[in-house]
């Protein structure tokens, strides 16, 4: 059968599906830099080191942040073991929502999958929130100009809406631009550092030390400075963790890659140890450039564009450098905003194209481009909801540090976070039910069996970190209904999606079968 086409995987505990005219999004768009780029701009590097750095520098590990960058690269390559093993046999736009209904079943896949759309869907309004933040301040050093941040956010709403509807390369080929952008700025001024022999302190080699990662900053930074409070090593992990938020939707673009079999483990794991060395990189040299003293102060004060473009305005040129790193902070964050609602459209489009009543609306590819364009109109109808509805019903909402910074990233983003990892404490589990228990294919025993359960704990662990941190992780607006609604929510997702599907197994078992099983199969997997 030409992997082009759908058809079901069909294990010995479910019928083949197959799917209506219509549910195939259009196969052979993207090659393996393709899926790379997807993946990469939804990890946003230089959002996630402005924002998340600082966090972790002045508030969690201190110096040693860098090792906690090195620490997350182990945890969820191991993780990425198991990924792409599953990647390997089942190809679906849904991801963790066909993974996890071949290994756990129709139920915990469903749970899961509903889950995992949520999260996508709520990170792209979490990155059209920082989007409208950093573009209102740009515009603002660059011409003066106070553009309402909700006006910016509907325009980014409506560009990334746009740019979904269409076919998937064409999104591609803007988040490279945007990607290589950032990456090249970041590369370069961490170069800089480094042939220069570091800064003040030189290259402040414990900055790698992997058994600090795990030491809380201790009060005045270990340096006397009175503006350094004590931090918590769990802040510093999990905003390591957080940086990588987005790598694992390579599976997503499985339908629409050329050999997809090949390209998502090798575009996966590409994207998780790339993406972990550059961060452990960038974030030694930038503390090895400013120097211990200042980077615990810009951390302290949180200035997470201070740490960045003074050193660069010092090693690449001048003040001209601060206005290009605005723009890439700006374009970073549409990419990865963008990149996200692709994500949360083939979830969307994954699910429904399984059920009757949503096949020819939410589960449509377009006919010509081959996308899920009525998913991701969808998608943008949600994002459009959520930004109208923090800065009408936010205190302060139409400042843009408030309304589009502190509540809609930072909540959404917290949200997501919450949601996504237990997806993926799931999907380890999985791993080994479908390679070990249910024996769909043999598999290795280290790398689907002990690996996977090693990474199953590593991502257990985060979940700790970040409720037990959650109030920190909060910031401002941990004091606002939502911030105490969101655990409950991704609960409430969790277990009425779980209900859903036992319903659907009660009442309409046909339907039920059908549940993450729509794949992109080659013919040696079918049986």
Known sequence: MATDNLSAVAPADAPPATPSGGSTLKGGA????????????????????????????????????????????????????????????????????????????????????????????????????????????????????????????????????????????????????????????????????????????????????????????????????DEVVAGSAAIGLFFAFWSWVGFETTATYGEESRNPKKIVPRATLLAVIGLGLFYTFVSWMVIAGNGEAASLQFGAAADGIGMFTGLAADNLGGGWIVDVYLFLIVSGSFACALAFHNAASRYLFAIGRELPAMRRTLGAAHPTHGSPHIASLVQSVITLVLTVAFYLLTVGGDDPLTGAYVYEYGLLALMGTMAILIVQAICSVAVISYFHVKKVHPGNIWTTGVIPGIACLGMLYVVYLLFSNLSFAGGLASGSPFFHAMPYIVLAVFVLAGLGALWLRSRRPAVYAEIGRTVMADEHELV
């Open 30 to 225: 993207l090659g393996l830099v393709g899926v790379l780029f997807m993946a990469v701009a939804n990890a946003a590097p230089i959002t996630a080191m402005t924002g998340n750095l600082p966090i972790a520098v002045g508030s969690g590990n201190g110096l040693a942040a860098p090792a906690g960058f090195l620490v997350a690269t182990v945890v969820l390559t191991l993780f990425s073991i198991g990924f792409v093993a599953m990647a390997r046999h089942i190809t679906t736009a849904g991801g963790f929502y066909g993974f996890i209904s071949h290994g756990l079943g129709p139920v915990w896949g469903m749970a899961s999958g509903v889950l995992a759309a949520v999260a996508y869907v709520v990170f792209e309004g979490s990155l059209i929130g920082i989007f409208s933040y950093f573009a209102n301040d740009a515009l603002d050093q660059w011409f003066g100009w106070d553009v309402n941040w909700l006006l910016i956010a509907v325009v980014g709403i409506a560009v990334v809406g746009v740019l979904g509807y269409f076919d998937i390369s064409v999104a591609a080929v803007v988040l490279g631009v945007f990607l290589v952008g950032e990456v090249l700025l970041l590369g370069a001024l961490a170069l800089s550092v480094l042939f220069q022999g570091g800064g003040p302190d030189g290259m402040v080699w414990s900055a790698l030390n992997p058994v600090d990662a795990f030491r809380s900053l201790p009060a005045g930074g270990g340096l006397g400075l």
